[in-house]
């Protein structure tokens, strides 16, 4: 068998493995050991296992990703949550289909401090669930909503999946944060345009709760200040200059501790129960990368992405066609993997070809644009049938809610999430706009 037909049996296999449930990292693991040895036999293969997934695991840029889960853990248990729902509420809950926009604007705030989909879904869904509940809102808006808005946990900054993108792609995290930011805000605003068009659709599915008198707005702005600042000391730190991501990462932390001290009166065993939780999640994401950094070494020595690439520059297609091709594989794995896995598998297949294609712009600019492109068609998958995560998710939290309604409910928000992916298509400039603007 040549090279490349040993790396095509060899995805085969991955796939195989991951389809009868066997984890991802060691179906990775498996595959790419099992491909390795076939092309340059045992001794090579055991001389790489004992350096490669050191030298991917030593490097100092991926102390960020355990310092942002904890403080993700922290803001989760310090009542966070609850107090930006509160303050998004107290100013648009009155409308109809306010608290669903509410819990949106809370998930895009509360994104800015977690990092992860999966968290931020959980922690918005138990605070804001009751709420549209008791106000009489629909179970299928109710349910789409948190889970659609758990998906701007890794879009809006900072955001594991788009670390690890940076890290692979040789971009800097901080620029990347930046130029999120955009898309994220669109995503926001789309998404609150979604729930405003289906209430006027439907208007029993989401009646419009009390208006908030301005004594009660202004308490609950009170309640937000220090997360604000937590906010802007992280982010703020990074787009100064004045931390790297990994120092406004441990500033970030410990900002996140005293607030939850203050506010929710942390105790011992609760810092130790996030400790505990941010190890094993920590572990579970390292372990993906030892399997990703076996298997792509694999993938290099078959030639496998070189021969995309060339197949691509050779098939005639337009650059945005094949654009629209990546995306739809993206768009297919992201209904059967999870975001950090899929990245990490296909980024070092899929970024040469894209390298390799002229979009009229610069290696950085078609980086960022890149990297905000799968995030969002990642971020997709999290709620597109059959295994959006966040979906199981808010269902597990919402067990009087058929599956089937949770899965009609994020219909509205799939189509915004269209419509923004072509909007990011047809004007790249909306990735990195923000970064020309600035003369970053």
Not at 45 to 63: A, D
Not at 69 to 80: F, K, P, Q, T
Not at 108 to 127: D, E, K, Y
Not at 311 to 333: C, H, K, N
Request: charge should be positive; glycine fraction near 10%; hydrophobic fraction near 55%.
């Amino acid at each position: 068998m040549t090279s490349l037909a040993i790396g095509v049996l060899f995805i085969g296999v991955m796939i195989f493995l991951m389809v009868i449930r066997v984890p991802i990292a060691i179906a990775m693991i498996l595959s790419g050991a099992g491909g390795y040895i076939m092309l340059s036999g045992w001794l090579p293969f055991l001389n790489r296992l004992k350096t490669g997934p050191f030298y991917t695991l030593s490097s100092e840029s991926f102390s960020v990703i355990p310092l942002f889960l904890l403080m993700g853990y922290i803001a989760s248990r310090a009542g966070i949550s609850r107090a930006l729902f509160a303050g998004a509420n107290a100013f648009i809950g009155h409308v109809r289909g306010g608290l669903s926009m509410a819990a949106i604007g809370g998930c895009a705030m509360f994104g800015a401090i977690c990092g992860s989909s999966l968290a931020t879904a959980a922690t918005m869904g138990q605070v804001a669930l009751p709420e549209m509940k008791r106000y009489g809102y629909a179970g299928s808006l109710a349910t789409g909503t948190l889970a659609a808005g758990g998906t701007l946990g890794i879009l809006i900054p900072p955001s594991i999946p788009l670390i690890v993108y940076c890290i692979l792609a040789e971009q800097n995290i901080a620029k990347l944060f930046f130029a999120a930011f955009l898309p994220g805000i669109l995503a926001t605003i789309g998404y609150m345009i979604a729930i405003a068009i289906y209430v006027r659709i439907n208007p029993k599915a989401g009646p419009a709760g009390p208006r908030t008198d301005w004594a009660g707005r202004l308490r609950a702005m009170r309640d937000l200040v220090p997360i604000v600042l937590l906010f802007v000391v992280v982010l703020g730190g990074i787009y100064s200059g004045v931390f790297t991501p990994t120092e406004a990462a441990a500033f970030g932390t410990l900002g996140a501790l005293l607030i939850a001290v203050m506010m929710n009166g942390l105790r011992l065993d609760g810092l130790i129960e996030c400790l505990r939780d941010t190890a094993i999640s920590t572990g579970m994401i390292f372990m993906i990368l030892i399997g990703a950094e076996i298997f792509n070494s694999f993938m290099a020595l078959s030639g496998v992405p070189q021969e995309l690439a060339d197949a691509i520059g050779r098939s005639g297609l337009s650059p945005m066609m094949v654009m629209l091709m990546i995306l739809l594989v993206y768009l297919v794995l992201g209904c059967l993997m999870d975001s950090l896995s899929m990245i990490l598998l296909t980024l070092p297949i899929f970024l040469p070809a894209v390298f390799a294609l002229d979009f009229g712009l610069t290696p950085e600019q078609t980086a960022i644009w890149f990297g905000i492109l799968i995030l969002i068609v990642v971020e997709v998958g999290l709620i597109t049938p059959p295994v959006g995560m966040n979906v199981f998710v808010i269902n597990k939290l919402a067990r009087d809610v058929p599956m089937r309604q949770t899965f009609r409910g994020v219909v509205p928000f799939l189509i915004s999430d269209a419509v923004r992916v072509a909007l990011l298509l047809v004007f790249p400039v909306l990735t990195y706009g923000l970064l020309e603007l600035v003369k970053w």
